[in-house]
Every structure is written in structure tokens, then in C-alpha cells.
């Protein structure tokens, strides 16, 4: 019988461990593996990737039918959405104020302080707060979220380059964790990590945000450039070693095939059972490209994604 | 792997005696290397020599071709890790497993849907890929039934799946010129398979359940009997298991060169799941991470177009996007009086917008502009999509030539450029679009006006 010597990497590098929550609320960790995703033969992966359900400060009207039929009335209260949330396997609250767009309501601090503070207390599990998308919009209600955080160790994104001082001063101040998020390529990623790490930021509270692109819209790129910066991590390079976090409930679930049930072939299946296949298939590749967290909206995703995560970790 | 000319110098007797038509060994080796010329056109080329430059010419992972004529698909053939390093260049086949425990009727039913399924994504039709017969009655004879049933009215690429080899012949005897993959050589079987196999080309696969070394070795076996096309089965079958394999069974073919390592492998994501969903998943997983053939319990469209979606997603070249020809592209029957629709020439975003067009109730004309096969705001960060291009394409292509009006529809995600473009385009009326295209047909009934 032939010998089989499994190849081995020697990386060097290793995820950067980034804990959010704590003190008396649930703690959760990402990262830390020295591998790539779930190769235990090779390395050690103590923290498996966690889910985040996506909650929205103001209701979601325009969301397709499946999601709101399967959330009903809790999208009205961000409060009881998150603890329903929370209740279906959530690990992970990603809050995201949305009423403070400038065309989605203009709210402002201190209606994100309220509903920060409401959410917090209504559930156990770390939260994530993501704003609006407009660089100064996103200076104003994170500052506030921080505030209302404080002590939590919150994540708070996205920080941009045109932002980030703003967030990271504020995360450094209240004890808060910084998403950066860049457009689907490997040194603007790096360049905001390193931007941010000169504010005085230190690696274990950075997380960054590749830009996800949903399956058949994108998914390719950003499935390639998170193995990309995931094996510069892996080859040593401390700027490209933080854990990662994809939206991909926003984006999934933002596709034509997971809204339109009318005028669409019926090689494309029925709308609930396509939308949410789309939803996990999105999960489980971006699973497979070094994903530690990931920010899904249907509940039943959460459950069979879950699943897939705890098998995969053996 | 491909060697250079001097490489492949370093074999040849290096006598310059000329009989293989070249003045030089060297300028022979050269000519091999180029693959213009086969190294057997050397007479006197020691044994060794020939083994040694046999095997480096061969792919590390051998390409291995399922079913006949036109159907056939072709598996294997993968030199990197990582799409980001060249290219995932042959897709896993999709294939349907039916077994011949359910009744005739129903299993036929099965074949005409999957046969009839067919999806369109950025133009392009995708399909199943075939079956995978399984004898789980155990009877041979209702085994080649379902078999010549199948073979009769879907000429497609099959496994056929049997321990059994007096059923794998009876089976083979009614598909064998549709080179099924025979499945499979096992510790016990191996020898009558390995001989089944040859005796109708087809290629085979080995199954070891009990770690590489037993898989290898059996291959090893199974090769020195001749067969060339095999296909592993190392018989993990849930997440981590297939995971964990897939990926020492390439790393072993790509990076140590390992032969018996060197070709496609089978999974099975419903053996190592409890229901669709998570089969599905399991699929998906194994389309990114390195399976060959992917066998599937289930069945229906909401599997499929996601699973086909994802596969082209994966083994598109990443350093060039699907494009479109730059042009006025007519869509329905436009007339003079007919929109004008402007976007950009990457196909995802062509064919989202054209779809939606060919369903509204308005022929329209879609002036698709050069960017370089990004999309609307991709290009637009890139500056390859602004008011100045969008003005000459309108030139360029002479809309006026095949319109009375003087109108463009610009998507909603650019509604920036509108007054920029209206500078441009001096004497044209410039109306922001949706943002998404679903939205175009709605839009266009109450903002067109012909
Ligand atoms: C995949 C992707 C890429 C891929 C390129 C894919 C490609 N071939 O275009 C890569 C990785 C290469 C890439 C690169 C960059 N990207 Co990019 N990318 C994306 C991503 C994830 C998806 C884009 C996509 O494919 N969408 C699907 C297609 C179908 O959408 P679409 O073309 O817009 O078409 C839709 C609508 O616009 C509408 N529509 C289209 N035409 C028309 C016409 C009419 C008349 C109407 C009414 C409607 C309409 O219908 C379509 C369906 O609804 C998005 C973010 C996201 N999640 O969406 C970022 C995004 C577009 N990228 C962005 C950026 C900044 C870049 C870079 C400049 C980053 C950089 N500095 O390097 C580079 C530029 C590339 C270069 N230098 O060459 C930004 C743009 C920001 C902005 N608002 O301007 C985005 C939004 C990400 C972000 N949030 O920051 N990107
Ligand atoms: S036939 Fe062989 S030995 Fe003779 S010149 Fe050609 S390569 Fe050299």
C-alpha cells in the first residue's frame, strides 16, 4: 500500500481573536483559527463562525413577502424582533439603523441612543450596530450608539475611509469594536486596517467587512478575495488577520430571486423555498472563504446554517 | 504539469541521429514541449525515459470524460487550489440519483422532469448533467431494466451504481456505449469492475470508506490493470468529513504529485444530510470546495437554479468577467417612438435589465456602453461609466438613426450624472430610471411617454 503524506501548511499567521459582549451580557469570540475554514487536520479552529440575525430600527415595508411573513409583527419593535431573534438561534444581534438615512427618515442620536439601549436590554447577546451607509449620517448615530454601548464592547460599522477616525476615536473611548468595510478588494481591506490600527485601535478590536456580494451577484469576487486576504493572514500579515463579517441576509434577500414570485420562469421554483435556498447557499460558500461571522435575516436560515457550522466543526 | 524543451532534453538519448525529423535532440525536445510534435516520434528512448516523460505530461488531475458524444461532460482536470490562482476550469456534473427500489413509472416520471428542466442565467441554458442509477433492490434484472429504460429515453451521462458485478454487466450491456461511470471497485469487486470497466471504455470509480492509503492503494491496483479514467469515492459524507477529504485528495494531487490522488471525486451530500435544505447546502459546499461529480437525492427547481447559479459563479474565470458586445441592442420589436434604455456591457447586468425589458409592455432599445464588463456602479467608481462615455456611446451608435426622440433612461443608481449628461447631450431630456431593474416596467408605463 502506498504511504499518504497529507500535505500540511506551516502557516505562520493566525486570525486575530476578537471578543464582543462581556460583562454580564453573553460573550462571544471570533477568530483565532491558524488555518484555513475547518481544516482541523491542519490547525486549530477554537472559535467556530457565529450568526447574527439582521434587525432593523424602523419597519422593513419593502423586505419580500417569506421574510415578513416569518417575523409578523415583531418588525415593528426592534426590541422584540431582536429577542424573537434571539430565541430562533441568534448568537449575535446586527441592529441596523436604518431610520437614519436621509431618505429613510433622517432620525438622529438620539432616537439611535433609544433604540440601542432598547435592544440591549432586551436581549443577552452581543450586539452589532451598523448605520445607515452615509459616511456622516453613520458618524452621528454610531457616536450615539457607543454611548448608549458603553462598557458592552459593541461592533460597530461600518467604518470607511472617509469615516473611520470618527468611529474608531469613539470604539477606543467606549470599548467598542470597529468594522471596516471596503469594496471587495485586498489592500484597500488592509490599507483601512492599517489606517485604524494608527488611531491607537489594537488588533483584537478590528473586525472588517469585505463587501459581500450575493450568489449569482457578485458572490464569486468576494468569495475570492476573502480566501485571498485570509491566506495573507495565514502567510503572516497582521493587517489582513481579522476576522470577517458578511451581510449576506442584506444581500441575498436584495436579489430578484428572493423577491418576485410573479413573471419569473418557473425553472426558478417557488418564491420562499428559492429565496431561502439562496439565502443559505450564499452562507455556506462564504463559510467555506473564511466567514466568522455572518449576517443572515430569515429565521430558518439561521437554523440550517447553524447546523451546517456545528458539523463543520466537528 | 508541462515540462520546458530543456527539461524534456535532459530524457532523450541525445545522439542528434535526426530520425525524428529534427536536426538536434534539442530542437525536438523543444517542439515536444510546444506540443506540436509527440515524444514517441523518438525511437530510441529508453523505458524509463518514456515513464518518466509519460507521467509529467499527464495533468495532475486526470480529466476524466462521462458519457458519449455530445452529452458527455469532462470532470477533473483542476491544477490550482484556489480559483484566484488560474481558473476553476471543469465544472462538478450535477446528477440525479434514482434507485431501482421505486417503481418503473415513477422513476421514469423522474427522468422526463429532470431531462425537461432547463434555466437560463445570463444567457446561457444549464441543465442536469445526467443519473446516477443505483441497484438498491439488489436484483440485477430490475437493475438493467431501469438502466435500458433511462439509457432509452435519456441518452445522458450516467453512474451506474452497483456492488454487484454480474448486475454492473447486465446493466453495461444495455448503456455501455453511453461510457457510464461504473460505480465502483471496491476491496471485495475490483478485479471483475476493473475488467467490466475496460471491456466497454468507461471509467470507473474506486471506493474506499476506510482512509486514503486503502483508496490509494486500490487505485494504484486498478490503474496497473490499465484504466486510466477513475473517479475516488474516499467515502467521507458529511460537512467536515468531505471537506476534510476533498482537500487532502487535491492538495495531494496538486502539491505532492501524488498519482493515485490525481483524479475527480464523487460525493454524495445526501447520504450525509437528513432533508433538501441540508443537502443542498452540502452540495454547495462541495461545488466550492473541489468535488467532481455531485450526486443528488433531490430534485426541483428551487435546488437546482441555485446550485447552477452557484457553480458558474465558482468556475467563471475571476480575472474576466461574462461580457457583452458595446452596441444598441434591440429588445421586444422597438419602434421609433421606443425607449431608450442606457447600461453597461457586463453581462449579469445586461441580462437583468434586458429580461426585465423583453416582460414589460414596452419594446425598448438598450444602448449598452464599454465599460469593460463592470457593472453600473463598479464602473462608475471606476470612472469607466460617466456622462462623458455615455454622450459618445449615444454618438457612436447613432440612436438618433434609430429613433424620432431625443430621450434617455439612465439607472436610478447613476441619477448623479443627469445633469452632467443633459450638458453633453445638449437638446436631450435625461429621466433617472429605478434603481433596480424589476422596476423598469412599472416605471416605463408611468414615465414614458412615445
Ligand atoms: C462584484 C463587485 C465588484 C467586482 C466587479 C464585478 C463586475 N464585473 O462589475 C470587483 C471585485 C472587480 C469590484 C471592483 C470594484 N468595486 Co465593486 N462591487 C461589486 C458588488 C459586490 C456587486 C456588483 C454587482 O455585480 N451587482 C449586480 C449587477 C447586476 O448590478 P448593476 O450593474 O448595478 O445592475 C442592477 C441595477 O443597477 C439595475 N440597472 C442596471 N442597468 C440599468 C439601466 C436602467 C435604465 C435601469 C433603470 C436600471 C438598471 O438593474 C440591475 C439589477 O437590478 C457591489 C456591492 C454590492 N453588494 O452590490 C460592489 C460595488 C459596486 N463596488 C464598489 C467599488 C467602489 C469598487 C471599486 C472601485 C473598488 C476599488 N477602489 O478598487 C472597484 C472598481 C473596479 C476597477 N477598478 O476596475 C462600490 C461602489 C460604490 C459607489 N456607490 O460608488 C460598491 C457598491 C461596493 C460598496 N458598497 O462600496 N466590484
Ligand atoms: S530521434 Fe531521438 S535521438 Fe534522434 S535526434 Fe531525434 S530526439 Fe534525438
Given at each position: 500500500?502506498?504511504?499518504?503524506?497529507?500535505?500540511?501548511?506551516?502557516?505562520?499567521?493566525?486570525?486575530?481573536?476578537?471578543?464582543?459582549?462581556?460583562?454580564?451580557?453573553?460573550?462571544?469570540?471570533?477568530?483565532?483559527?491558524?488555518?484555513?475554514?475547518?481544516?482541523?487536520?491542519?490547525?486549530?479552529?477554537?472559535?467556530?463562525?457565529?450568526?447574527?440575525?439582521?434587525?432593523?430600527?424602523?419597519?422593513?415595508?419593502?423586505?419580500?413577502?417569506?421574510?415578513?411573513?416569518?417575523?409578523?409583527?415583531?418588525?415593528?419593535?426592534?426590541?422584540?424582533?431582536?429577542?424573537?431573534?434571539?430565541?430562533?438561534?441568534?448568537?449575535?444581534?446586527?441592529?441596523?439603523?436604518?431610520?437614519?438615512?436621509?431618505?429613510?427618515?433622517?432620525?438622529?442620536?438620539?432616537?439611535?441612543?433609544?433604540?440601542?439601549?432598547?435592544?440591549?436590554?432586551?436581549?443577552?447577546?452581543?450586539?452589532?450596530?451598523?448605520?445607515?451607509?452615509?459616511?456622516?449620517?453613520?458618524?452621528?448615530?454610531?457616536?450615539?450608539?457607543?454611548?448608549?454601548?458603553?462598557?458592552?464592547?459593541?461592533?460597530?460599522?461600518?467604518?470607511?475611509?472617509?469615516?473611520?477616525?470618527?468611529?474608531?476615536?469613539?470604539?477606543?473611548?467606549?470599548?467598542?469594536?470597529?468594522?471596516?468595510?471596503?469594496?471587495?478588494?485586498?489592500?484597500?481591506?488592509?490599507?483601512?486596517?492599517?489606517?485604524?490600527?494608527?488611531?491607537?485601535?489594537?488588533?483584537?478590536?478590528?473586525?472588517?467587512?469585505?463587501?459581500?456580494?450575493?450568489?449569482?451577484?457578485?458572490?464569486?469576487?468576494?468569495?475570492?478575495?476573502?480566501?485571498?486576504?485570509?491566506?495573507?493572514?495565514?502567510?503572516?500579515?497582521?493587517?489582513?488577520?481579522?476576522?470577517?463579517?458578511?451581510?449576506?441576509?442584506?444581500?441575498?434577500?436584495?436579489?430578484?430571486?428572493?423577491?418576485?414570485?410573479?413573471?419569473?420562469?418557473?425553472?426558478?421554483?417557488?418564491?420562499?423555498?428559492?429565496?431561502?435556498?439562496?439565502?443559505?447557499?450564499?452562507?455556506?460558500?462564504?463559510?467555506?472563504?473564511?466567514?466568522?461571522?455572518?449576517?443572515?435575516?430569515?429565521?430558518?436560515?439561521?437554523?440550517?446554517?447553524?447546523?451546517?457550522?456545528?458539523?463543520?466543526?466537528? | 504539469?508541462?515540462?520546458?524543451?530543456?527539461?524534456?532534453?535532459?530524457?532523450?538519448?541525445?545522439?542528434?541521429?535526426?530520425?525524428?525529423?529534427?536536426?538536434?535532440?534539442?530542437?525536438?525536445?523543444?517542439?515536444?514541449?510546444?506540443?506540436?510534435?509527440?515524444?514517441?516520434?523518438?525511437?530510441?528512448?529508453?523505458?524509463?525515459?518514456?515513464?518518466?516523460?509519460?507521467?509529467?505530461?499527464?495533468?495532475?488531475?486526470?480529466?476524466?470524460?462521462?458519457?458519449?458524444?455530445?452529452?458527455?461532460?469532462?470532470?477533473?482536470?483542476?491544477?490550482?487550489?484556489?480559483?484566484?490562482?488560474?481558473?476553476?476550469?471543469?465544472?462538478?456534473?450535477?446528477?440525479i440519483r434514482l434507485k431501482d427500489s421505486a417503481p418503473l413509472e415513477e422513476n421514469l416520471k423522474r427522468v422526463e422532469t429532470v431531462a425537461g428542466y432547463e434555466v437560463?442565467?445570463?444567457?446561457?441554458?444549464?441543465?442536469?448533467?445526467?443519473?446516477?442509477?443505483?441497484?438498491?433492490?439488489?436484483?440485477?434484472?430490475?437493475?438493467?431494466?431501469?438502466?435500458?429504460?433511462?439509457?432509452?429515453?435519456?441518452?445522458?451521462?450516467?453512474?451506474?451504481?452497483?456492488?454487484?458485478?454480474?448486475?454492473?454487466?447486465?446493466?453495461?450491456?444495455?448503456?455501455?456505449?453511453?461510457?457510464?461511470?461504473?460505480?465502483?471497485?471496491?476491496?471485495?469487486?475490483?478485479?471483475?469492475?476493473?475488467?467490466?470497466?475496460?471491456?466497454?471504455?468507461?471509467?470507473l470509480a474506486v471506493a474506499a470508506g476506510d482512509g486514503l492509503e486503502n483508496l490509494a492503494g486500490l487505485v494504484e491496483q486498478v490503474a496497473d490493470k490499465g484504466i486510466?479514467?477513475?473517479?475516488?469515492?474516499?467515502?467521507?459524507?458529511?460537512?467536515?468529513?468531505?471537506?476534510?477529504?476533498?482537500?487532502?485528495?487535491?492538495?495531494?494531487?496538486?502539491?505532492?504529485?501524488?498519482?493515485?490522488?490525481?483524479?475527480?471525486?464523487?460525493?454524495?451530500?445526501?447520504?450525509?444530510?437528513?432533508?433538501?435544505?441540508?443537502?443542498?447546502?452540502?452540495?454547495?459546499?462541495?461545488?466550492?470546495?473541489?468535488?467532481?461529480?455531485?450526486?443528488?437525492?433531490?430534485?426541483?427547481?428551487?435546488?437546482?437554479?441555485?446550485?447552477?447559479?452557484?457553480?458558474?459563479?465558482?468556475?467563471t474565470d475571476p480575472q474576466k468577467p461574462i461580457q457583452m458586445q458595446p452596441g444598441l441592442y434591440p429588445i421586444g420589436n422597438p419602434k421609433e417612438d421606443s425607449p431608450?434604455?442606457?447600461?453597461?456591457?457586463?453581462?449579469?447586468?445586461?441580462?437583468?435589465?434586458?429580461?426585465?425589458?423583453?416582460?414589460?409592455?414596452?419594446?425598448?432599445?438598450?444602448?449598452?456602453?464599454?465599460?469593460?464588463?463592470?457593472?453600473?456602479?463598479?464602473?462608475?467608481?471606476?470612472?469607466?461609466?460617466?456622462?462623458?462615455?455615455?454622450?459618445?456611446?449615444?454618438?457612436?451608435?447613432?440612436?438618433?438613426?434609430?429613433?424620432?426622440?431625443?430621450?434617455?433612461?439612465?439607472?436610478?443608481?447613476?441619477?448623479?450624472?443627469?445633469?452632467?449628461?443633459?450638458?453633453?447631450?445638449?437638446?436631450?431630456?435625461?429621466?433617472?430610471?429605478?434603481?433596480?431593474?424589476?422596476?423598469?416596467?412599472?416605471?416605463?408605463?408611468?414615465?414614458?411617454?412615445?
Amino acid at each position: 500500500m502506498p504511504a499518504v503524506e497529507i500535505p500540511v501548511e506551516k502557516w505562520s499567521g493566525k486570525i486575530h481573536e476578537v471578543k464582543l459582549g462581556g460583562q454580564g451580557r453573553k460573550e462571544v469570540v471570533v477568530g483565532g483559527e491558524n488555518t484555513l475554514p475547518f481544516l482541523h487536520f491542519e490547525g486549530s479552529v477554537p472559535n467556530p463562525p457565529v450568526l447574527a440575525i439582521e434587525v432593523q430600527d424602523s419597519e422593513p415595508r419593502e423586505w419580500a413577502e417569506p421574510l415578513l411573513q416569518a417575523w409578523g409583527d415583531v418588525l415593528k419593535d426592534p426590541a422584540k424582533w431582536a429577542k424573537k431573534a434571539v430565541e430562533v438561534g441568534a448568537s449575535l444581534i446586527a441592529l441596523r439603523l436604518k431610520s437614519a438615512h436621509p431618505e429613510e427618515g433622517n432620525t438622529g442620536a438620539e432616537e439611535a441612543k433609544r433604540v440601542v439601549s432598547s435592544v440591549l436590554e432586551a436581549v443577552d447577546v452581543p450586539l452589532v450596530v451598523l448605520g445607515p451607509e452615509v459616511a456622516e449620517k453613520d458618524n452621528e448615530v454610531l457616536v450615539a450608539a457607543s454611548e448608549a454601548g458603553r462598557g458592552q464592547r459593541l461592533a460597530l460599522g461600518n467604518c470607511e475611509e472617509k469615516n473611520y477616525r470618527t468611529i474608531g476615536a469613539t470604539c477606543l473611548a467606549d470599548g467598542h469594536v470597529a468594522i471596516g468595510k471596503t469594496p471587495i478588494e485586498i489592500n484597500l481591506a488592509k490599507q483601512l486596517n492599517i489606517l485604524l490600527s494608527d488611531l491607537g485601535m489594537s488588533q483584537d478590536s478590528l473586525l472588517m467587512d469585505p463587501t459581500t456580494g450575493a450568489l449569482g451577484y457578485g458572490l464569486e469576487y468576494t468569495y475570492s478575495v476573502m480566501e485571498r486576504l485570509r491566506l495573507a493572514a495565514l502567510g503572516g500579515d497582521k493587517m489582513t488577520s481579522m476576522p470577517m463579517i458578511c451581510t449576506v441576509g442584506e444581500e441575498a434577500w436584495r436579489q430578484k430571486e428572493a423577491k418576485t414570485s410573479e413573471g419569473v420562469p418557473d425553472t426558478w421554483g417557488p418564491l420562499t423555498e428559492r429565496a431561502l435556498r439562496w439565502e443559505e447557499i450564499t452562507a455556506i460558500s462564504l463559510l467555506q472563504s473564511g466567514a466568522n461571522i455572518i449576517v443572515l435575516r430569515h429565521p430558518s436560515t439561521v437554523e440550517k446554517v447553524q447546523s451546517a457550522i456545528t458539523r463543520l466543526m466537528g | 504539469m508541462s515540462m520546458t524543451g530543456v527539461q524534456i532534453y535532459k530524457f532523450l538519448p541525445k545522439t542528434n541521429c535526426k530520425i525524428c525529423g529534427f536536426p538536434t535532440c534539442l530542437a525536438f525536445a523543444m517542439k515536444v514541449a510546444q506540443k506540436s510534435i509527440a515524444i514517441t516520434e523518438c525511437p530510441d528512448l529508453s523505458e524509463e525515459s518514456k515513464m518518466a516523460l509519460e507521467s509529467a505530461a499527464r495533468p495532475p488531475i486526470q480529466l476524466v470524460t462521462m458519457g458519449a458524444d455530445e452529452k458527455k461532460i469532462e470532470v477533473g482536470g483542476e491544477v490550482v487550489m484556489f480559483r484566484h490562482e488560474k481558473t476553476f476550469h471543469h465544472p462538478p456534473g450535477l446528477v440525479i440519483r434514482l434507485k431501482d427500489s421505486a417503481p418503473l413509472e415513477e422513476n421514469l416520471k423522474r427522468v422526463e422532469t429532470v431531462a425537461g428542466y432547463e434555466v437560463e442565467r445570463v444567457g446561457m441554458m444549464f441543465t442536469a448533467d445526467g443519473f446516477a442509477i443505483e441497484n438498491d433492490s439488489g436484483d440485477g434484472a430490475a437493475f438493467a431494466k431501469l438502466v435500458a429504460a433511462v439509457a432509452e429515453t435519456a441518452p445522458s451521462p450516467l453512474v451506474l451504481m452497483s456492488s454487484q458485478p454480474d448486475a454492473m454487466k447486465a446493466a453495461l450491456e444495455k448503456a455501455g456505449t453511453l461510457r457510464p461511470l461504473v460505480y465502483a471497485a471496491t476491496a471485495d469487486n475490483w478485479s471483475d469492475m476493473t475488467e467490466l470497466a475496460k471491456a466497454h471504455g468507461c471509467p470507473l470509480a474506486v471506493a474506499a470508506g476506510d482512509g486514503l492509503e486503502n483508496l490509494a492503494g486500490l487505485v494504484e491496483q486498478v490503474a496497473d490493470k490499465g484504466i486510466e479514467n477513475i473517479v475516488l469515492d474516499p467515502g467521507g459524507r458529511d460537512y467536515l468529513s468531505s471537506l476534510t477529504q476533498l482537500t487532502q485528495i487535491r492538495r495531494l494531487a496538486l502539491k505532492n504529485n501524488f498519482r493515485p490522488m490525481g483524479y475527480p471525486v464523487i460525493t454524495f451530500p445526501g447520504e450525509g444530510t437528513s432533508n433538501t435544505e441540508d443537502e443542498s447546502m452540502l452540495a454547495g459546499q462541495q461545488v466550492a470546495k473541489y468535488a467532481g461529480i455531485i450526486v443528488l437525492d433531490h430534485f426541483s427547481p428551487s435546488i437546482m437554479y441555485p446550485l447552477l447559479t452557484l457553480r458558474l459563479n465558482i468556475y467563471t474565470d475571476p480575472q474576466k468577467p461574462i461580457q457583452m458586445q458595446p452596441g444598441l441592442y434591440p429588445i421586444g420589436n422597438p419602434k421609433e417612438d421606443s425607449p431608450v434604455c442606457v447600461t453597461t456591457n457586463f453581462s449579469l447586468t445586461y441580462f437583468a435589465v434586458a429580461g426585465e425589458l423583453e416582460s414589460s409592455a414596452f419594446p425598448s432599445w438598450l444602448m449598452v456602453c464599454d465599460t469593460e464588463g463592470l457593472s453600473v456602479l463598479t464602473a462608475w467608481a471606476a470612472g469607466k461609466f460617466d456622462a462623458e462615455r455615455i454622450a459618445k456611446a449615444t454618438k457612436e451608435f447613432n440612436i438618433t438613426g434609430s429613433v424620432n426622440h431625443q430621450r434617455l433612461v439612465i439607472p436610478g443608481h447613476l441619477a448623479v450624472l443627469r445633469g452632467e449628461l443633459e450638458e453633453e447631450l445638449s437638446g436631450w431630456d435625461i429621466l433617472v430610471g429605478p434603481r433596480e431593474a424589476v422596476d423598469l416596467g412599472t416605471f416605463l408605463k408611468k414615465r414614458w411617454k412615445g
